[in-house]
């Protein structure tokens, strides 16, 4: 079964509302979780490494008031869209990592539109 | 700038060929790849990793790793209907957290029965 879980699998959301994107690790502790975004037809894009107790690290480009990470415990980590757009419409999908560093799960993914 | 290079395709191939999936990277110092598999709007499935040179075998699967040719390669044997999907190269990254990938934009592989 999955160990990494993400919820909700997709969500619709009017223009300008913010969205909240769960991603659980269920039977280890992760205390390094990433997020991704993924255009159709295009690849996984790395968007922040979610950092347990800490402020994430966003990648170059990525606005971080504009994607609010939150990793409050070791099994949790949340993505907030603020303001959504219609360009913020895609696959996004989380990642931990258990182990030796060659162990990496991914969630199932969360699509989402903005309409 | 750290980047996974491959070939977008598509590859098409017939039932029980050999499809050949290729792969190059900038980060020298990437300390393993891997290879996932991705059916249209699911989340990417792990087929293998490799980090040593050389070969790596799993069933019909073939992983190969040149780090000097900064080269990674997947061979899919007696190659299935199932198989057709977006392969995805992916690098660890130098320094940091290993579980951080960069990925390639992937190979669509059309297996035809």
């Known amino acids: 079964g999955a160990v990494v879980s993400q919820h909700p699998s997709w969500v619709i959301c009017k223009s300008g509302t913010s969205v909240k994107i769960e991603c659980r690790s269920l039977?280890?502790?992760?205390?390094?979780m990433f997020w991704y975004r993924q255009f159709p037809k295009q690849s996984l894009m790395l968007m922040a490494t979610?950092?347990?107790?800490?402020?994430?690290?966003?990648e170059q480009g990525v606005e971080k008031d504009k994607f609010l990470i939150n990793h409050a415990s070791l099994t949790l980590s949340t993505l907030t869209v603020t303001s959504a757009h219609p360009e913020d419409s895609s696959f996004y999908i989380c990642?931990?990592?258990?182990?030796?560093?060659?162990?990496?799960?991914f969630g199932e993914g969360s699509w989402l539109t903005v309409v | 700038q750290k980047e996974v290079e491959q070939n977008s395709g598509p590859l098409s191939v017939p039932e029980g060929a050999i499809a050949s999936l290729n792969c190059t990277y900038s980060?020298?110092?990437?300390?393993?790849f891997f290879w996932y598999r991705q059916y249209s709007g699911k989340s990417p499935e792990l087929i293998m990793f490799?980090?040593?040179?050389g070969d790596k075998e799993d069933g019909r699967f073939t992983a190969q790793l040149n780090k000097a040719s900064q080269y990674v390669s997947l061979l899919i044997r007696d190659s299935q209907p199932s198989d057709s999907a977006t392969y995805l190269c992916?690098?660890?990254?130098?320094?940091?957290?290993?579980?951080?990938?960069?990925f390639g934009k992937g190979t669509l592989l059309t297996v035809n029965p």
């Open positions: 990642s931990a990592g258990q182990g030796s560093g060659n162990t990496i799960y």
């Open positions: 039977d280890f502790q992760a205390t390094t």
């Open positions: 979610s950092n347990e107790g800490s402020k994430a690290t966003y």
């Open positions: 980060d020298r110092g990437s300390q393993s």
């Open positions: 490799i980090y040593s040179n």
């Open positions: 992916a690098a660890s990254s130098s320094g940091g957290s290993n579980y951080k990938l960069t």
